[in-house]
């Protein structure tokens, strides 16, 4: 039986303490966790529902963050890196308002309008809200509007959120995807500034045409109206071709497509088809802009999913080689 040196008795020794330790942190889990959804709960109360998406980053971040504790220090830092090229695009897409004025292009008004009463005879916001909008009453499709249309901001990041904890590379995955169609959006918006239809109706293009997303929140939170109106006032008013909001809920329906019971999966698209409506329902986007975001995001899944499939082939490709090479020396 071989002995065993000092030194390494001492790693051993640093090794258990360290893993103690760690261990020892883990213990608090559960009670950080518990800590941190009640300040949430509380902030919640006094501030309301929190809306915005960089909001809604942070506060799953930290959740995340208290999910770690006990964990060595490298994750904390793993988690930062992951998350970093998502605050990135956001912040690009800050950037971006105003730019289509700064540089002389101009605000497309017609393509969208014409496209919609090519479908449909007519401009399907203005016969929805013909028949769903009352100016001083707010009816529980206008609290399920304002609901539908705030889960963009949240269950994206919420869904990322749960990968990273849970299946880390369907996280990279499916951030790749975000982020990638993202930028897609961003681009469009730069070269295609388009007006959504309340804008147009406020212009006498189209009939009349109400901004109502956030109506529901005068019923459910006074303190979330308020973040949600600032959010809207400092908004790209012509970010609308394509709706990100429509690209957004189809990428979330398609990503989860092959992770959900098959019986389950016709719900799935439920929600970029609750989403959709909304937008034409809310004056936010025409028929146009829905339909070209489920393309877009159709056309992201399509091409990431390639790029990988062509990766992991050459990947199987490579190792065969050194697997013959093992084998042959047995």
């Known amino acids: 039986m071989g002995s065993m040196s000092t030194g390494e008795f001492a790693e051993i ?3 258990r303490r360290t893993g103690f330790r760690f261990a020892s942190l883990a213990a608090l889990r559960p009670y950080a966790l518990g800590l941190y959804f009640l300040a949430l709960v509380l902030w919640s109360a006094h501030y309301g529902i929190p809306v915005q998406r960089e909001l809604v980053i942070l506060w799953t971040c930290g959740a995340l963050a208290c999910a770690s504790i006990g964990r060595p220090p490298r994750e904390i830092l793993q988690l930062v890196l992951d998350w970093l090229p998502i605050v990135a695009v956001l912040w690009a897409y800050d950037l971006t308002r105003g730019v289509a004025d700064s540089i002389g292009i101009g605000i497309h008004y017609e393509t969208m309008i014409d496209f919609d009463r090519f479908v449909f005879g007519e401009v399907p916001t203005v016969w929805l809200q013909e028949r769903l909008y009352e100016p001083h009453v707010v009816q529980w499709w206008d609290v399920a509007f304002t609901l539908v ?3 963009y901001f949240i269950v994206p990041f919420v869904l990322a959120g749960w990968l990273w904890a849970r299946d ?7 951030t790749r ?7 897609a959006g961003l681009a469009t918006y730069i070269a295609f500034p ?3 239809p309340w804008m147009a109706g406020e212009m006498g293009l189209i009939g009349e045409v109400h901004r109502t997303t956030a109506r529901g929140w005068e019923v459910l939170s ?3 109206a308020s973040l949600f109106s600032k959010g809207q006032e400092t908004s790209n008013l012509v970010a609308a071709v394509p709706s990100l909001h429509s690209a957004f809920t189809m990428l979330v329906a398609l990503f989860l497509w092959g992770r959900v019971r098959p019986k389950l999966r016709p719900l799935l698209l439920l929600y970029p088809l609750a989403m959709g409506l909304t937008l034409m329902a809310t004056g936010e986007h025409y028929f146009f802009d829905v339909v070209l975001g489920w393309l877009y995001a159709g056309a992201v899944m399509a091409a990431w999913a ?3 499939y062509r990766r992991e082939a050459r990947l199987a490709t490579a190792s065969e080689p050194a697997a013959a090479a093992a084998g042959s020396r047995r």
Request: a positive charge; proline letters at 3%; aromatic letters at 18%.
């Open 194 to 196: 388009a007006a959504p």
């Open 306 to 308: 390639w790029w990988e």
């Open 168 to 174: 880390r590379l369907g996280f990279q995955r499916f």
């Open 177 to 183: 995807r975000l982020v990638t169609l993202a930028l």
């Open 222 to 224: 006074v303190g979330t």
């Open 13 to 15: 020794g640093v090794d």
């Open 149 to 151: 249309y705030t889960s």
